[in-house]
């Protein structure tokens, strides 16, 4: 037994560190408990180190090429002006160490202790670690959330090799945009990576299954996002199926058939697979004690990120609805203050809202028209173009709207579509708004400085109650 | 020390107290036992006396307001204390005086109604713990979920959860919030609609303000309105009715009346049906009875409500013991404490533990009626008034003294033939007040 009383112990151990399971880490050290956290890579996983934050810094590269294609209009006229992805690239990972520095920093401020090693529930209340050589460690908590994420779905007809054919990692890790580029899989992370490669000159296709782009958001915002693309000369190509990817050395010949049922072979330098995402839940240990999952993959949890196990939780993509790291982090916060018997809170998944950084950028928060339809709901909806709000025009980026979905009883705010500029910042005034349960009018109301993108948000809730000033 | 100053309960049945007047100020000095303020509780107005000593520092429940008992409504500290914390644990529970107020300012679209009567006195029902259990004081810091919140003096509910409300006809002052610091929204009005609690559905056509004029309901009437509804509901009531002889009575009255002339007292014909209903109680003690659900609690003593009509309602201050006192005893009680009912000064005991009641309206030319049982009770006479009445005697027609009334029975307890048997006692007694004495 004097073995056993060396096992240090925690009140609460986290199990990975993305955006859920830092922010839990932290908040459970604010609420007075003696946490852990178990990371296997880097800190602050996928989001900060291969996701979001590192896309972000490529966009950002992506905005400034397309403006100064457009230099002439501002009398910047530069001659022999080249664009390489190389120090984008270089930029790119600069921002993610920055970041990632950051939460090393948080968690000495927090004393939150830093566990380097792949974490596996071992027992009840017991986590063992193994670190990179392979050396193994339990540690004990009363409480265990699972955080670990997710990873790139892998299709075997599309065997991602981050050679040839990427993942978004390998998307992150070229220095060099290539001449042509396939990417299956119209969501989020294949439009913004499309966005990337082709400001950088490559030519790109897109292939989805579905019968529209970022199929998720509004069928406006979808028509409208397909005819941007185009415009710019990417080929989009919609209920299509992706058949087949054969690797040679100079490239990949991809074939697909089109809607139409037309077969399509393409050669391609390179492919990026973006059909989704799935849940990192092997190899935890989570069947052994007795965690249940569903059919998916994803851990089955309560309103309170409870498992079926007494003492372990999940958070995050492992644990399902929408995978954002937003959400991560409000359920990792929920999970905590619970454990610590702060209140009664739970994550409201109806008002997570979406965002996607390509150009012009797409967010949403709530219904869609369609859903709101199909809800029984009596709408009324209001679409407000950028090209009436000043400060869009001279910003001189006018592509692109704010489509409010109005219930007309009790005039809530069902649902929030914007295309067009700095959406995915604006979109924040209509998630606060509904999680206020303001009306349309409430916004409306509100005085709105003036000029300003925000005047979309107002303008936009006089388009749903009818009586637009500017349009 | 600082003491916190409590609306206690200060009747039994009390659930919540409105602050007639404030004795004391802020800035006053207080001695444990000191009279603070006038309490209007659901049967009369009773002084709060001080529980603590030092300085009244602060006045949490304005004058007017209403809070459920149990809540903090003054501070009581040495002059130097922080008394914060107190201070907020009131705002916490329900600073209810001045929200009851908003509330209904909130609620009456112009600022000026605000002002006038339809605002002062409406109060926000704490829909939690208390109200099932009379007496039992509600801490102010439970858990329950508190009535529509308030700490800066208005309701805090979300402008969705309004519109809703309005449309629903729920009631936003008697919901509890289950936002952050107990702000309504949506989801409390859906579930307030699903529980059914709110206002009933909006009526087609509201009149114009002009054409009437809101009342408010003092604790008093709104505690008839709920005795009442309570009795009617659940009760099975029956009635039964008996017309009788009262010619004898006016003779005994006279007679009595006569010996009591030189103590110049009096015993009316009420007095005597008094007595003559506490010695029939004695003969049929399955009418002087409770219903207590797995059994039928039947008393020995006979102990009378007397129902007696105040400016504001009514009230039943109890006759103890009715059986074992005299006519001329019965009197002066009946109109002692009628006198105390009026201005609201009767004690709590003093209007509870009834047996069985009476209520005549005679004096006021009633005929016949029928009163509702006062609960727990099984029984009530409704008495009407002695009237000249052409009755067939030997086959001839003659004029005599004749009284109906009329005896509610809760018909868990008292069957029709028990009732019968009973009013057949109380009949012969007051045709020959002699049977009284046997």
């Given at each position: 037994?004097?073995?056993?009383s ?6 609460l151990?986290?199990v ?13 050290a ?18 900060l ?7 972000k810094?490529l966009?950002t590269?992506?905005l ?12 910047i006229?530069?001659?022999?002006v ?5 120090p ?5 990972r ?15 401020k927090?004393k939150?202790?830093h566990i380097q090693?792949?974490?596996r529930?071992e ?6 670690v ?13 409480h265990v959330?699972?955080a670990?994420?997710?990873r ?6 599309l ?5 040839r054919?990427?993942s ?18 119209a ?16 030519k ?9 782009i ?7 915002v ?7 693309f ?15 990817a ?13 809607a ?8 391609v330098?390179y492919?990026?697979?973006a ?6 839940s ?5 069947e ?12 089955v ?13 999940a ?6 609805h929408?995978?954002l ?12 203050e ?15 809202p979406?965002c996607?950084?390509?150009?012009p950028?797409?967010?949403s ?9 199909a809800?029984?709901?009596d ?13 869009a025009?001279a ?7 704010v ?5 007309k ?18 979109i924040a ?5 509904r ?6 009018e409430?916004?409306?109301r509100a005085?709105?400085p ?5 005047e ?8 749903a109650?009818?009586?637009?000033i500017?349009? | ?31 444990n036992?000191?009279v603070?303020?006038?309490i ?9 006396v001080?529980r ?8 949490i ?5 209403t809070v459920?008992?149990?809540n ?8 130097d ?7 907020a ?8 005086g001045?929200?009851a107020?908003?509330?209904?300012a909130?609620t009456?679209a ?8 339809s ?6 029902k ?17 858990s ?11 309701v805090?509910?979300?402008?969705l959860?309004r ?9 936003l002052?008697?919901?509890a919030?289950s ?5 309504i929204v ?11 609690v ?7 056509w ?6 009437y ?9 709104k ?12 009760i ?7 017309d ?9 009255r006279?007679t ?7 103590r ?7 007095d ?9 109680l004695r ?14 609690r ?21 006759v ?7 006519i ?8 002692e404490?009628?006198?105390r009912a ?13 047996t069985?009641?009476v ?16 609960p727990?009770?099984?029984g009530i006479?409704a008495?009407?008034g ?10 001839e ?16 307890v008292?069957d ?5 048997r009973f ?14 004495l046997?």
């Open positions: 037994m004097a073995g056993k060396s096992v240090e112990r925690f009140d151990i986290v990975g560190s993305g955006p859920g399971g830092y922010v839990a880490a932290i908040r459970a604010q609420l007075g408990m003696n946490v852990a956290c178990v990371e296997a890579d880097k800190l602050g996983g996928v989001c180190n291969i996701g979001c934050i590192p896309t810094a966009l590269s992506a400034l090429v397309n403006e100064m294609k457009e230099g002439a209009r501002h009398g006229v530069a001659k022999d080249s664009f390489d992805l190389a984008a690239q270089k930029r790119s600069a921002v993610a160490d920055q970041m990632n520095k950051g939460i090393a920093f948080l968690f000495k927090n939150v202790t090693g792949f974490g529930l027992g009840k209340g017991r986590v063992e193994e670190a990179q050589g392979g050396k193994k460690t339990v540690y004990e908590a009363s959330i699972i670990t994420g997710s790139p779905r892998d299709l075997p007809i065997k991602i090799d981050e050679d054919i990427w978004s990692t390998g998307a992150l890790m070229r220095e060099k945009a290539p001449a042509s580029l396939l990417i299956v899989g969501g989020a992370i294949g439009m913004e990576f499309a966005d990337v490669y082709d400001s950088y000159g490559t790109v296709t897109i292939v989805e299954m579905l019968d529209r970022l199929p998720l958001e509004d069928a406006d979808s028509k409208f996002m397909e005819r941007s185009k415009k710019r000369g990417v080929d989009v190509y919609t209920s299509a199926r992706f058949e087949n054969a690797v040679h050395d100079d490239g990949v010949r991809a074939t697909f058939k089109d139409k049922g037309e077969t399509h072979e393409i050669d330098e492919v990026l697979s059909v989704g995402r799935v849940p990192n092997e190899g935890l240990g989570l052994k004690a007795g965690v249940q999952t569903d059919d998916r993959g994803f851990i949890v309560d309103a309170a990120m409870r498992t079926n196990v007494p003492g372990v939780y958070i995050g993509d492992v644990a399902g929408q995978l790291a937003h959400k991560a982090s409000h359920e990792g916060i929920t999970c905590v619970r454990i610590a018997g702060k209140g009664e809170g739970t994550v409201d998944y109806g008002n997570v979406n996607t950084y390509c150009h950028e797409v967010a928060v709530g219904l869609t028209e369609e859903q709101a339809r809800k029984g709901f709408i009324e909806v209001g679409k407000l173009p950028w090209v009436a709000i000043g400060r025009v910003l001189g980026h006018t592509d692109g709207f489509k409010i979905i109005r219930d009883k009790y005039s809530e705010i069902l649902g929030a579509h914007i295309v067009g500029p700095s959406a995915t910042e604006l005034e209509f998630v606060v708004g999680h206020l349960e303001s009306t349309v409430e916004l409306e005085i709105h003036h000029p300003t993108l925000s979309g948000v107002s303008e936009g809730a006089l388009a109650l009818g009586r637009p500017h349009i | 020390m600082i003491t916190k100053v409590h609306m206690e309960a200060l009747s039994p049945t009390m659930e919540e107290g409105q602050l007639v007047k404030w004795h004391k100020h802020e800035g006053d000095g207080v001695a036992g000191d603070l303020a006038e209007e509780t659901d049967k009369a107005t009773m002084e709060l001080a603590g000593e030092g300085i009244l520092r602060k006045v429940l304005p004058e007017g307001g459920p008992v149990g903090v409504i003054a501070v009581i500290a040495d002059a204390e922080d008394i914060s914390a107190a201070v644990e009131a705002g916490d529970g329900a600073a209810g001045e929200a107020q908003a509330k209904a909130e009456a112009p600022a000026e109604a605000a002002e006038g009567k605002a002062g006195r409406g109060a926000a704490a829909p939690s713990a208390g109200q099932a259990s009379g007496a039992q004081p509600v801490a102010s810091s439970g329950a979920p508190a009535p529509a919140s308030t700490d800066g003096g208005r805090k509910a979300s402008p959860a519109r809703l409300a309005e449309d629903l006809g729920v009631d002052a008697r919901i919030g936002g952050p610091g107990g702000r949506k989801r409390d009005i859906e579930a307030a609609r699903e529980a059914g709110g206002a009933p559905a909006r009526a087609a509201t009149p114009d303000e002009s054409e004029e809101d009342v408010p309901v003092s604790q008093l009437r505690t008839i309105a709920k005795r009442l509804v309570e009795s009617l509901s659940p099975p009531h029956f009635f039964l009715t008996v009788v002889d009262m010619g004898r009575v006016l003779e005994a006279a009595i009346n006569a010996m009591l002339e030189e110049a007292e009096k015993v009316s014909i009420n005597i049906l008094l007595k003559a209903v506490a010695a029939a003969k049929h003690p399955d009418c002087n009875a409770q219903w207590h659900g797995d059994h039928v039947r008393f020995n003593g006979v102990h009378l409500g007397v129902a007696v009509a105040i400016d504001d309602g009514l009230i039943t201050p109890v103890k013991n009715a059986h074992l006192k005299g001329a005893q019965i009197a002066r009680e009946v109109r404490l009628a006198s009026r201005d609201k000064k009767l004690l709590p005991d003093e209007y509870t533990g009834s069985f009641s209520s005549n309206l005679g004096m006021f030319g009633i005929h016949e009626f029928t009163a509702i049982i006062n727990p009770e099984a006479l008495v009407g002695v009237e000249d009445t052409p009755v067939v005697v030997d086959g027609v003659v004029v005599r003294q004749r009284m109906r009334m009329t005896m509610s029975c809760d018909h868990r008292i029709g033939a028990q009732g019968s009013l057949a006692t109380l009949k012969a007694m007051l045709e020959e007040p002699a049977a009284i046997v």
